[in-house]
């Protein structure tokens, strides 16, 4: 079973940063694109951030475009959210997720991690 595991997560002031790491096995990180999702009490998972297999292309959900930056170290199998400006609406579970295509559909992810709690005070 694939295991993905984020870290990082934490209470964080407004405005402040937050830097999320997802670690992998060696055969994701040589294969599939990844991403970031977050989740909302009550509400479905939403896209955040993906990266392609190869590194050269990012996308970023409108929430979050600016403010954050997605990369992944391969050599090093991890796969990283940088968050600046952080706002009291980023407070979510953040879940690190792998999949053949760096999708904005939660579908299109194969292999998910257990998420880590991010919470921005006022």
């Not at 997802?22 to 479905?44: D, H, M, S, V």
């Not at 600016?66 to 600046?84: C, E, K, V």
Request: charged share 20%; with cysteine; net charge negative.
């Amino acid at each position: 079973q694939v295991q993905l595991e984020e870290s990082g997560g934490g209470l964080v002031q407004l405005g402040g940063s937050l830097r999320l790491s997802c670690t992998g096995p060696e055969r994701i990180f040589k294969n599939y694109a990844l991403a970031w999702f977050r989740q909302f009490p009550g509400e479905e998972r939403e896209f955040v951030s993906s990266i392609s297999w190869s590194g050269s292309d990012t996308y970023y959900a409108d929430s979050v475009k600016g403010r954050f930056t997605i990369s992944r170290d391969d050599p090093n199998y991890t796969l990283a959210l940088q968050m600046n400006g952080l706002k009291s609406e980023d407070t979510a579970v953040y879940y690190c997720a792998a999949g053949i295509h760096p999708s904005v559909h939660r579908a299109s992810y194969d292999y998910w991690g257990q998420g880590t709690q991010v919470t921005v005070s006022s």
